[in-house]
């Protein structure tokens, strides 16, 4: 439907032709002699939204490889002095100089109420300092270090840094959050990579044979789709047994969201096939005695993988919505696991929320992720066909 | 259209009976049986249990015969009316799911309405008036609403509602009609309540459908027969709404089928979070308290829901567009 909006490339070489001969033809002559990679990657490169959301999307996985450095407090550490403080802001200038700091909290109780209060004390200027030392972790799993992006001197920054507060137990939750990338991120590549497997397959199978095989698998598609995914999920995260380990239950839950995922890959894949099939190119290599295999390999995979990356970009938001809807109820990751469908466990009740909004923060990086793997998807559809 | 509708009814009954069997799978998967969680139940209350007792039970409820003797078992119960009892509150299982199945499905009509009844007039709007600034507007809150997950717009909103306006804004009915019986008055009570889960359910459907509306139209708009119509001066208002609108309808119809589930799907969290009565909250308690009649149940009653939607909707379909009735009549 975008494609009405966006002309193809080739098009406009083509109007421009009128106007001024040579540079027009040199462009159509780089148009003409372009791979399909190319031809994809300038029509892509045109969608501006989705070029913006790819680097959105490969920021987001920097910080959960680099989750551990860009957090100051050990994530699982709880302290019940530290409970539900509220964030803290970043004041960068100090008398007119770039000196980043915060300031002092002073714990207090609300003499009506008696619960714990905290104050921030403009006296009390704590410097930020970077590079600095904190809890002790692996770095990519290789080495030991306890070096983070920000810190305070004396290496206590759980005890003085709050950027978005704490939870109930006291633990940090910008720590948390950046830790929380991890599981939820790569999570819904397990389940995505799954789902293109089964898809892949059965689509091919489907979609290649025909007949009975295909008529067979369509009604298996068709009943799974129209089974409510949320209950049935549901179900089945329930029946994990209660002492499984953070690994197990991540892999049962992979299981779990591919189960429903792989119908829409299976589609776009049978789809292609039954496209292809009719292609005068298929026609040709068969008469001059190609081997099945080599067929669809070598001419028909290559022509459709571009539309296969663009469905499984698109499938991607759908696994991270899932997991973090199943955390959220506590059917899918537990504690002490953290993805952002964990945190915001804290915020299910409307008391805690009105209290203290801060718990809401996981929604933020839940939202871009999913609005910027929608974008890169539709970009990336767009120019799985360069010459649409 | 006669055989087509046969058709569908068949592949509706098939679904049917793989969702049955999902539902028992589910009622069998935990660990241990029935009577175990029955009889872990008793010995936590101060009976005391022999094993002849539960060897009894067992035999009692066909425990002891094969996986698939159970299933047809079950199912046999079902067909006459016994669903089981819930192990937790110890009453049949209708008994509790009664008023909430309804609940449940007048919040998933209610949201299906309020996404076709925003949908078509912006749809419509979308697409004479491209690019205008409503237009904009229009994508931008769509995107918006097709990456917000509801329940997360349900946090959102009843924060915002408390936070600006420092009243609970969850919930079916005002406190005085919770507990009272069926009445006129709780009835507009429960309608003046429905437009914000419908809304938060609806926003992704509508979302979505505004696009595919939007797409259609503008694909109509552009054709002969259009330009023939303004050509012999005919009034734009009916213009736009006599043919191109109709031909555009399409998916309205067609897209029902996944919004149901969709939707359906939807409601169980977002009522967990606004705290509605529906049939939510009551499985994810099911579940966690393995109490799995209940929860097998409840999946069962779901999925013929949803069934049940989608073939309404695919007889609609052919109802309405003559071009799928005469290729299937091929």
Redesign the interface.
């Known amino acids: 439907m975008s494609k009405a909006l966006t002309p193809p490339e080739s098009g406009t070489a083509f109007h421009s032709e009128l106007d001024d001969i040579p540079i027009a033809s040199a462009a159509e002559e780089r148009v003409s002699v372009a791979t399909q990679w190319q031809l994809m990657w300038w029509r892509f490169r045109k969608h501006r939204l989705a070029m913006i959301s790819g680097i959105v999307i490969a920021a987001f996985y920097l910080v959960a490889i680099f989750a551990d450095f860009l957090a100051y407090a050990d994530p699982h550490k709880t302290e019940a002095f530290r409970s539900l403080i509220a964030p803290q802001p970043i004041h960068f200038f100090d008398e007119g100089a770039f000196r980043p700091h915060v300031f002092g909290l002073i714990g207090k109780r609300d003499p009506r109420t008696f619960k714990r209060v905290y104050e921030p004390d403009p006296e009390q200027k704590i410097p930020l300092r970077f590079f600095a030392e904190g809890y002790e972790y692996k770095f990519l799993g290789l080495f030991k270090t306890n070096r983070h992006l920000i810190g305070v001197d004396g290496g206590n920054a759980e005890e003085l840094i709050f950027l978005l507060g704490t939870d109930q137990l006291g633990r940090d939750l910008w720590s948390r959050l950046m830790i929380a990338c991890r599981l939820s991120l790569t999570i819904g590549l397990a389940g995505v990579t799954l789902s293109l497997v089964l898809g892949v397959l059965l689509g091919g199978i489907s979609g290649l044979y025909g007949g009975a095989i295909d008529t067979a698998i369509q009604r298996v598609i068709e009943i799974l789709r129209s089974i409510p995914t949320i209950p049935l999920w549901m179900g089945l995260a329930a029946a994990m047994p209660r002492d499984w380990g953070v690994v197990q239950v991540y892999f049962a839950i992979t299981v779990i969201l591919s189960l429903i995922g792989w119908t829409d890959l299976a589609r776009v894949v049978r789809g292609r096939f039954l496209a292809l099939r009719e292609e005068d190119f298929v026609l040709a290599a068969e008469l001059a005695g190609v081997g099945q295999m080599r067929i669809i390999l070598r001419h028909m995979v290559p022509s459709f993988l571009s539309h296969i990356i663009a469905a499984t970009t698109l499938a991607l938001p759908n696994m991270i919505i899932s997991e973090t809807a199943l955390s959220f109820l506590g059917l899918g990751l537990r504690p002490p696991a953290v993805s952002w469908g964990v945190l915001l466990q804290d915020a299910q009740n409307i008391q805690t929320v009105a209290l203290s909004p801060w718990l809401l923060s996981a929604a933020i990086p839940v939202i871009i992720v999913i609005l910027a793997f929608n974008f890169l998807g539709d970009g990336l559809r767009d120019a799985a066909d360069p010459y649409g | 259209m006669l055989v087509y509708t046969i058709r569908r009814f068949l592949?509706a009954l098939?679904?049917i009976w793989?969702?049955s069997v999902?539902?028992f799978a589910?009622i069998q998967?935990?660990?241990g049986d029935y009577v175990t969680a029955y009889i872990a139940q008793l010995a936590s209350s101060g009976v005391d249990v022999t094993p002849e007792f539960a060897e009894n039970l067992r035999q009692q409820y066909g425990l002891d015969s094969p996986i698939w003797v159970q299933y047809a078992k079950w199912m046999g119960q079902i067909a006459r009316g016994n669903f089981g009892r819930s192990l937790e509150w110890q009453v049949p299982v209708l008994d509790i799911i009664g008023d909430r199945l309804w609940l449940t499905m007048a919040v998933s009509l209610s949201a299906v309405l309020l996404t076709w009844g925003l949908a078509l007039p912006i749809g419509i709007y979308s697409a004479v008036r491209q690019y205008s600034i409503a237009d904009y507007i229009f994508t931008f809150i769509g995107?918006?609403g097709?990456?917000?997950?509801s329940?997360?717009l349900a946090?959102?909103l009843?924060?915002l509602g408390?936070?600006y306006f420092g009243a609970?804004i969850?919930g079916l009915f005002s406190p005085e009609y919770q507990m009272a019986d069926w009445s006129l008055g709780k009835l507009w009570d429960l309608i003046k309540h429905l437009p914000l889960p419908a809304l938060i359910l609806g926003m992704a459907g509508t979302a979505q459908l505004v696009?595919?509306m939007r797409?259609n139209l503008?694909?109509e708009l552009r054709k002969p027969y259009v330009i023939t119509a303004r050509a012999k001066g005919m009034s734009e208002f009916r213009l736009v709404l006599k043919y191109p609108v109709r031909a555009a309808l399409n998916p309205f119809v067609s897209t029902l089928?996944?919004l149901f589930?969709?939707i359906?799907?939807?409601s169980?969290?977002v009522a967990?979070?606004l705290g509605l009565p529906t049939i939510g909250p009551l499985?994810?308690r099911a579940?966690?308290a393995?109490d799995m009649f209940l929860?097998?149940t409840?999946?069962l009653f779901?999925?013929v829901l949803?069934?049940f939607g989608?073939f309404i909707s695919d007889i609609l379909l052919m109802w309405i567009d003559p071009r799928i009735r005469f290729e299937r009549r091929e």
Do not use: C, E, H
């Open positions: 592949l098939l679904t793989a969702i999902l539902a589910i998967l935990p660990p995107f918006i097709l990456a917000v997950p329940f997360l946090l959102i009843m924060y408390f936070r609970n969850g696009r595919i797409a503008l694909d089928g996944y589930p969709f359906i799907s939807g169980i969290i967990l979070v499985l994810l579940l966690v393995q929860a097998g409840i999946v779901l999925g949803t069934v989608t």
